[in-house]
């Protein structure tokens, strides 16, 4: 498999790595830490089997389901709650001891007691949310620990089926020396710097170099020009090494009356823990988040 210093030293090994390590975190096991990927929390509590969901009304029916049992509907079943409001571009969080205000980029200005920021890791990282006060220095040092790292899904639909069906055959896996694709059927996966490569480039040029790998994996089979072709880009956080408890409970505390949740905010199981916090203290009044030591 290689040194430890040097990565995989045969596209055979390659694959292996990459399928056990990028295709989970989006970034090699020379950056990934330890303490994120080994166990991989969702499969040491629930099992190692991987369940896809097909159904066809999609994961926004997840969605509605959860917001239906507290947003009001009209008699057709949509949304018709006042408090939901979608397509707002959030610009400026100005927030006091005593509430908090959020203007938006159509120059809506919204009052309230407590803020829970959602934003990616990425947004909160750059300057597209101003935050009035400036975060404190320590919150600013951990939002920067950690890596927000690139995953790219490309979907591409043939005019008819060229690749084996059958048990133990659900994945093609393309043993390349280059840290790239992982092919799944018509799925194909890229990450890190792949990723950042092909966004710049022409979607032909994409296709061009799916459709080489695939007559290269079948050159007995007539792979056929695909009719369409898309991205759909998925990006999460990734735990570099380094990188301990400490700074994971400074990236999701609070700033006075700011919040913060999203999948960055929680190792296992993403935002349940953050909303508790902010019912802590706005129901409980227990405001105080406790970050423990970084040596303790």
């Not at 809506?108 to 920021?117: I, R």
């Not at 006060?133 to 950690?146: S, T």
């Not at 992982?182 to 996966?189: G, I, N, P, R």
Request: charged fraction near 25%.
């Amino acid at each position: 498999m290689g040194s430890l210093l040097n990565g995989p030293s045969s596209p055979v090994d390659m694959v292996v790595d990459y399928y056990l390590y990028d295709y989970e975190y989006a970034e090699p096991p020379r950056v990934t830490s330890l303490q994120n990927a080994v166990p991989q929390r969702t499969f040491s509590d629930f099992g190692e089997d991987v369940y896809f969901a097909a159904d066809q009304r999609g994961y926004e029916s997840v969605v509605h389901y959860l917001a239906g049992q507290y947003l009001n509907t009209d008699d057709s079943g949509n949304d018709a709650d006042p408090r939901l409001q979608l397509n707002k571009v959030v610009r400026e969080i100005s927030y006091t001891s005593s509430g908090v205000t959020v203007k938006t980029e159509d120059g809506s200005v919204y009052k309230t007691d407590y803020v829970m920021v959602s934003a990616s890791l990425g947004v909160v990282q750059s300057d597209l949310i101003q935050f009035k006060p400036q975060l404190p220095n320590w919150k600013i040092l951990a939002i920067y620990e950690f890596d927000m790292a690139v995953y790219i899904k490309i979907f591409v639909k043939f005019p008819k089926r060229f690749w084996p069906q059958g048990e133990g055959r659900e994945f093609f896996l393309y043993a390349s020396i280059r840290r790239n694709m992982a092919d799944s059927k018509v799925l194909v996966t890229v990450t890190d710097k792949e990723s950042r490569r092909i966004e710049q480039q022409s979607d032909n040029q994409t296709k061009a170099e799916i459709m080489e790998v695939l007559r290269n994996m079948f050159p007995d089979q007539d792979v056929l020009t695909p009719l369409t072709f898309s991205f759909y880009k998925g990006t999460f956080s990734n735990w570099p090494i380094g990188v301990k408890r400490y700074e994971y409970d400074q990236l999701r505390a609070p700033v006075g009356r700011v919040y913060f949740t999203g999948e960055h905010t929680n190792e296992y199981y993403n935002s349940i823990d953050s909303a508790e916090i902010l019912i802590d203290c706005a129901q409980n009044k227990i405001c105080k988040y406790h970050v423990q030591g970084k040596y303790d």
